[in-house]
């Protein structure tokens, strides 16, 4: 168990409805991700976050935003959902520093459904 | 454009075989590789990884081979057991460290 945590782990919401994930850590890493898994498209990077403030965008970000006000928890949130945002969503924790890699732990994951 | 591409979607060995799974990536400023299991209804749980300075990394049964020049990964599994069957994911990182980004995953079944 790498201490990670996501809530909820279900949800079903309606088109235009604001919703917002959590994740949350107790590890102290840097680095944290919000990651869709969607069949035939593998995990596609949403948002990260580098620190306490400092988040940039990944390759879907469009229809999402993301805050980390303490290094414990990253929320991401969908402003107006729709149904193309139904999908499996996963936080993940990393700790890196420069010239070093290491891997990444992942949450148990929330299942969302816009309908 | 799609960095991380793993071409095949499902490979289907007998258990006590061989498995192999493959990925290729576009971009030579990647140089750290990861492999990721996931079971349904989990997340994913890191499997084994290499870096760009060697070319194979072995952790028991799972082997990683990298192939610089042709920009190609492979993950070996020997012997395959049932409890391999899962979705295998690649997964790269350029030198910043600040991105994983990941192939679409491999649905591996082995057969009793």
């Known amino acids: 168990d790498a201490g990670i945590t996501q809530s909820p782990r279900h949800k079903v919401t309606e088109t235009g409805t604001p919703v917002t994930l959590r994740c949350h850590q107790t590890?102290?890493?840097?680095?944290m991700y919000w990651y869709r898994q969607d069949p035939g498209h593998g995990l596609r990077l949403i948002h990260y976050?580098?620190?306490?403030?400092?988040?940039d965008k990944g390759e879907v970000s469009d229809g999402y935003s993301v805050s980390r006000s303490k290094t414990e928890d990253f929320l991401l949130t969908l402003e107006s959902a729709t149904s193309s945002q139904t999908s499996v969503y996963f936080c993940?924790?990393?700790?890196?520093?420069?010239?070093?890699?290491?891997?990444?732990?992942f949450g148990q994951g929330t299942r969302l459904t816009v309908v | 454009d799609q960095q991380v591409k793993q071409n095949s979607p499902s490979l289907s060995v007998q258990e006590g075989r061989i498995s192999i799974l493959n990925c290729d990536y576009t971009?030579?400023?990647?140089?750290?590789f990861l492999w990721y299991k996931k079971y349904p209804a989990e997340g994913p749980t890191f499997l084994i990884s290499?870096?760009?300075?060697?070319d194979k990394n072995e952790d028991g049964r799972f082997t990683v081979f990298l192939n610089k020049s042709a920009k190609h990964l492979s993950l070996h599994i020997v012997p395959s057991q049932p409890g391999d069957s899962a979705v295998y994911f690649c997964?790269?990182?350029?030198?910043?460290?600040?991105?994983?980004?990941f192939g679409e995953g491999t649905q591996l079944t082995v057969n009793p």
């Open positions: 290499i870096s760009s300075i060697k």
């Open positions: 993940a924790i990393r700790t890196t520093t420069t010239g070093t890699n290491t891997e990444a732990f």
């Open positions: 971009n030579s400023m990647f140089d750290y």
């Open positions: 997964a790269v990182s350029d030198t910043s460290g600040s991105r994983l980004t």
């Open positions: 976050s580098y620190g306490v403030k400092d988040t």
């Open positions: 590890e102290n890493h840097r680095y």
